[in-house]
């Protein structure tokens, strides 16, 4: 299968679905991660917190402790990245031309205004795809002030380690965010999902689209 994940910010992805996606290359699925922002940003009296080029140094770091390869950094600002026509097309262009058969994105009710806008701009790029998936909204990426509902699980027992991993690359965020506090977070929330399953750990995604297909091509069910 080829899956495509896209997220605001270098460091969404890992915290969200980074057990999945490394799951995934495992089984020899394709992925293409897609991220919108380069991902550095100022605090409220605009120094710089965390730079571009630290960003995305620490990302790609992160990304590869997956697995994944194909990696596109686009240049929209890391604070404000609307619902807007310039975000869809340059999500449109990109799913056209990889063609997924998954696609994993942000939940609408994040309430980083960021995340919000790239889950609405996908939801409009992906009107000709039919298998969409939401990212559990978690801190310090977002939460949701709708319900975020678990429907897909995905066991991650396999891959935490890597997950963690590629996590810790992130270390001007880990920093920030209260170091082993925020590792222990996600850990936590997937030991959580993992016990609702019976399992060790998982990752849970919302649904929006899912099509149920027999052949070998599309083989989530
Ligand atoms: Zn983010």
């Given at each position: 299968m080829k899956i495509l994940a896209i997220g605001a910010h270098l460091?969404?992805?890992?915290i969200a679905a980074g057990g999945t996606l490394a799951k995934a290359i495992e089984n020899g699925h394709k992925i293409k991660?897609?991220?919108?922002?380069?991902?550095g940003y100022t605090n409220k009296e605009g120094k710089v917190q965390r730079s571009d080029d630290l960003a995305v140094k620490e990302g790609l770091n992160a990304l590869h402790t997956l697995g994944i390869e194909d990696i596109?950094?686009?240049?929209?600002?890391?604070?404000?990245?609307?619902?807007?026509?310039?975000?869809v097309?340059?999500?449109?262009?990109?799913?056209?031309?990889?063609?997924?058969?998954?696609?994993?994105?942000?939940?609408p009710f994040d309430t980083h205004q960021a995340h919000e806008g790239v889950a609405k701009a996908t939801i409009a790029a992906a009107r000709r795809k039919n298998t969409l998936f939401f990212y559990e909204p978690?801190?310090?990426?977002?939460?949701?002030?709708?319900?975020?509902k678990p429907i897909l699980y995905v066991d991650i027992e396999d891959t935490i380690d890597k997950?963690?991993?590629?996590l810790k690359c992130h270390k001007s965020e880990y920093n920030k965010f209260g170091a082993e506090n925020w590792i222990e977070g996600v850990r936590c929330r997937c030991g959580f999902r993992g016990y609702e399953i019976g399992k060790k750990y998982a990752e849970a995604f919302e649904v929006l689209r899912l099509e149920m297909s027999f052949d070998k091509k599309c083989n989530i069910l």
């Open positions: 460091d969404d992805i890992e991660v897609l991220i919108m922002s380069k991902s596109e950094i686009l240049d929209f600002p890391t604070k404000d990245i609307p619902f807007a026509s310039d975000v097309n340059a999500i449109d262009v990109r799913m056209a031309k990889f063609d997924p058969d998954i696609i994993f994105t942000h939940h978690i801190q310090p990426s977002g939460r949701s002030y709708v319900a975020f997950k963690i991993k590629s």
